[in-house]
């Protein structure tokens, strides 16, 4: 388990990560680049160049388009040297805006690198449920105990591993509690609904392949950052899942998922 300073240090990175995306996209506070950000630092938007100072020229540039920028904060979690926020980002005032993963990679105290998947945010969903509240008990969005993090990953990691990678929905019956709450926009609340969802996305997508990239968990959630492809020689999607585990069941999914553009500013992937 987690001592104190290990629970410091993630705490650090937590607010840091969360300082940095308010300070330039919301505050227009480009200093927040200077006193937290790498140099070296390496982009996986496929929008923004490498660098720091390149990050800041984007921040200005974003700034000067959506001065009215919100940047609002749902959850934040933290494990090892990465970190992961999920947001809704409201470009201009009134819309329902994007909701948004940020995951970055600390060194030394800083930000070192930065991976995102944006998805706008629909009028309507099939379920009911916005993307991004807590509906499972207790409605709050901060991670529950430390000590629940190395079981609930592992729990969460077979999962994904049994119902994405060999699309087999008979993980849903094994990991997933009969409390399940939906926000993925496009499939119904509870367990029916993802396996009536999922069941039918795989029918249509026969040759899907998906690849864990990346799995970040503290307390009782858990975040997997995946690449997708639905057909061979597609570029596929970049996708989040983020789980809450509650008694060694899975009770709550939110997600996004964006398409890998054709090129990149930077030069690097999406994972």
């Known amino acids: ?39 070296d630092y390496i982009e996986h938007n496929p929008l923004a160049p490498d660098g720091a100072e390149a990050a800041k020229a984007f921040g200005v540039a974003w700034r000067q388009q959506y001065p009215d920028a919100t940047y609002d904060i749902k959850r934040v979690i933290s494990e090892g040297d990465l970190v992961l926020l999920h947001s809704n980002v409201v470009l201009t005032p009134g819309s329902r805006g ?16 930065h991976w995102d998947v944006t998805q706008a945010v629909p009028a309507t969903t099939a379920n009911g449920n916005d993307m991004f509240s807590t509906i499972s008990r207790p409605q709050t969005g901060a991670p529950g105990p430390a000590r629940l993090t190395e079981s609930n990953k592992r729990l969460v990691t077979a999962f994904v591993e049994q119902y994405l990678v060999k699309k087999d929905l008979s993980a849903i019956d094994t990991y997933v509690g009969p409390e399940y709450h939906q926000h993925n926009p496009y499939i119904p609340d509870g367990v029916a609904g993802a396996k009536a969802g999922l069941g039918a996305y795989y029918a249509q997508f026969p ?65």
């Open 1 to 39: 388990m987690p001592g104190y300073g290990e629970s410091a240090r993630l705490g650090y990175q937590k607010a840091v990560a969360a300082e940095v995306l308010k300070g330039v996209f919301e505050r227009g506070d480009m200093s927040v680049v200077d006193r937290f950000v790498r140099s």
């Open 98 to 113: 994007l909701a948004v993963f940020d995951i970055f990679r600390f060194r030394g105290g800083k930000i070192a690198e």
């Open 207 to 271: 040759q899907l392949t998906a690849t864990p990239e990346r799995v970040i968990a503290e307390g009782d959630l858990v975040a997997v950052h995946s690449h997708t492809v639905n057909a061979p020689g597609e570029r596929g999607q970049a996708v989040v899942d983020l789980f809450r585990v509650r008694g060694g069941r899975i009770v709550e999914h939110w997600d996004a998922v964006q398409d890998v553009p054709e090129t990149s500013v930077n030069g690097n992937t999406m994972f």
